[in-house]
């Protein structure tokens, strides 16, 4: 079996598939894409597969290395992006050649069914109190929220007041017993999140998610010495070589890799089997395609230490175009009390509704995200 073409379809709202055909008619599906930067990966996955057009797509580990390491500058959001959309689509192809799930050829599930969580609030949190109600109401056992708007290095504690009402506000609505993830987005400088950290710890939050930026990841020794909620971090990290320095210096309780970021199926296996080995829990980071989540659910089936999976359906970047649009079978991704089951057909386990890939690729999109300004005019971490 040979890799005989490819195709990328750019589509709403803000997504890339790739499509990958052999000269048996076994096709795979991925989803390389970084929010904002579409066209760009789009451009490092048609570089990238001048190499593996007219080769056999089973050797994934050689693939991966090749794709990897065959380059002299490697690594970061865009090249580490374009080879987690290869690697799951070559996954798909291998478990449809083979007839059986990609988490078989893993190895099997050590789980049956993935919790998962809901976003509420959009971007600027607002109305979050009635939105976990609603998400509660709908059998969710958790959301996540953006815990505040912009903030400078140092700011107000008028705004610090706000995200603690509206967190107080989620676990009124909610009980104590639901999940509440609050995402600082590296929005949070040092002094604030510290700060800001502390007064959310009577609302017995599940995760305090990037409390600083991911450049700044030695902070999260001040913040963990500073309050008990665990802290989560990744999804601006992109491979094994990042996360080991994370893991060995012991600053995280909860990892988040993208598995259409950080290299894929194959590197995300090896990063959430690492942090089980430093008794970190995995969260995935996905607020993106079906392809991704069905990815995503491919390696949590596999790693003990997943406990929680990110998933996009009815977030607010989603308004027009939603993941199960997508999908020919959309029960696929039925959540049921909070649940969804690993998916077990053939591959990643999905059918792509090619007809409507392609109706909506050609109306494609050119998504960015906003632009932030603080009010002395310098930029705002967004």
């Known amino acids: 079996m040979k890799i005989k073409s490819y195709e990328l379809f750019q589509v709403p709202p803000r997504w890339l598939f790739l499509k990958i055909e052999t000269d048996e008619g076994i096709t795979g599906w991925g989803e390389p894409v970084i929010e904002g930067k579409a066209a760009t990966v789009k451009a490092a996955v048609e570089e990238l597969m001048e190499y593996l057009v007219g080769k056999d797509p089973m050797p994934i580990e050689d693939h991966w290395n090749t794709m990897y390491r065959a380059g002299f500058y490697r690594g970061g959001p865009i090249l580490m992006s374009a080879i987690a959309g290869i690697d799951q689509a070559l996954w798909d192809i291998k478990g449809k050649y083979y007839n059986a799930p990609v988490h078989q050829l893993l190895g099997g599930k050590a789980r049956d069914k ?7 609030g959009g971007d600027r949190p607002a109305d979050v109190g009635a939105a976990a109600r609603q998400m509660k109401e709908q059998g969710f056992l958790a959301v996540k929220m953006n815990a505040t708007e912009e903030l ?21 609505a909610t009980g104590p017993a639901f999940g509440i993830g609050i995402d600082f987005h590296g929005r949070v400088h040092k002094p604030m999140a510290k700060l800001l950290a502390k007064e959310l710890e009577p609302f017995r939050p599940m995760f305090i998610e990037e409390p600083v930026l991911p450049e700044n990841n030695e902070a999260l020794r001040e ?18 070589w990042q996360f080991k320095t994370l893991l060995a210096d012991g600053i995280a309780d909860i990892i988040q890799p993208d598995v259409s970021h950080a290299g894929g199926i194959t590197e995300c296996k090896k990063i959430l089997s690492m942090a089980e080995a430093f008794d970190v829990a995995a969260a995935p980071h ?8 069905a990815a995503c659910l491919q390696v949590d089936a596999t790693c003990h230490n997943a406990f929680i999976q990110e998933q996009s359906l009815g977030i607010h970047y989603n308004q027009g175009s939603d993941l199960l649009d997508y999908l020919t079978d959309k029960t696929v991704f039925e959540y049921k009390a909070g649940y969804v089951n690993i998916p077990d057909k053939p ?36």
């Open 114 to 120: 993935m919790k998962v969580y809901s976003w509420i």
């Open 152 to 172: 400078q290095y140092i700011d107000s504690y008028d705004k610090i007041d706000q995200a603690v009402a509206r967190i107080a506000a989620v676990r009124e």
């Open 223 to 240: 913040i963990a010495n500073h309050v008990a909620i665990p802290i989560a971090t990744g999804e601006r990290m992109f491979s094994k």
């Open 286 to 293: 996905c607020p993106l395609g079906p392809i991704a989540l």
């Open 347 to 382: 591959g990643l386990g999905i059918e792509i509704n090619e007809a409507h890939v392609r109706k909506m690729a050609a109306e494609g999109h050119n998504w960015r995200n906003p632009v932030w300004r603080h009010t002395d005019g310098s930029i705002a971490e967004w």
